[in-house]
């Protein structure tokens, strides 16, 4: 157990259509990442909040948001979904210190 | 920008057998190296690390050194066994300070037979 929290486990939707997904970073830890794992791009670095704050966006499409809140939980907002969206969406939150990162256990999401 | 390249599986292995999983990377300075494995169903977890030239990071009977000359971070493994079945993702990240933002490579599917 990564100490790394993400809800929920699997989700099924249609095109078109919205989704939040939400994360628990460890305690401690003020950073908070999302990657995208697909079978064809593999994993692709989305966007990273620190304390709050956007510290880094990556490959993240305007119909994607995400945010941090006051208690360091993270929300990523998937719209106008298609189906190319489906995919493993990974959290992970980096270790104050060292840097290392700790993986939640992923949300896999899938449009149909 | 950062890349990492590393060999296609799937690597398929009888027990005992050695492992090595090539990986190289493209980077600016001097970057940090991660191998991260994937077991099924669960999410990436680091297996090893390695922040300067030269470094070995080892774990679980894994092993990789990080080579500047080559821009290499082979992971290798003198004898696998079935409970090493897992993708293995070898990442790298820019030099402390940054923000650990981590590039990975595509994974390395690895089954290992009894």
New interface residues.
Partial sequence: D?G?TQTPKHLITATGQRVTLRCSPRSGDL?V?WYQQSLDQ??Q?LI?Y?NGEE??K?NILERFSAQQFPDLHSELNLSSLELGDSALY?C?S?HRET????????SRLTVL | GNSVTQMEGPVTLSEEAFLTINCTYTATGYPSLFW?VQYP??????LL?ATKADDKGSNKGFEATYRKETTSFHLEKGSVQVSDSAVY?CAL?PP?GS?????????TLLTVNP
């Fill in positions: 990564s790394v950073s990442y593999g994993l670095f990273q620190y510290r880094a990556g990974f992970a980096s840097g290392e990162l700790f993986f939640g256990e992923g | 991260y169903g669960e999410g990436l977890q680091l690390k993702f990240s402390r923000n650990y933002k981590l590039t990975f490579g595509k994974g």
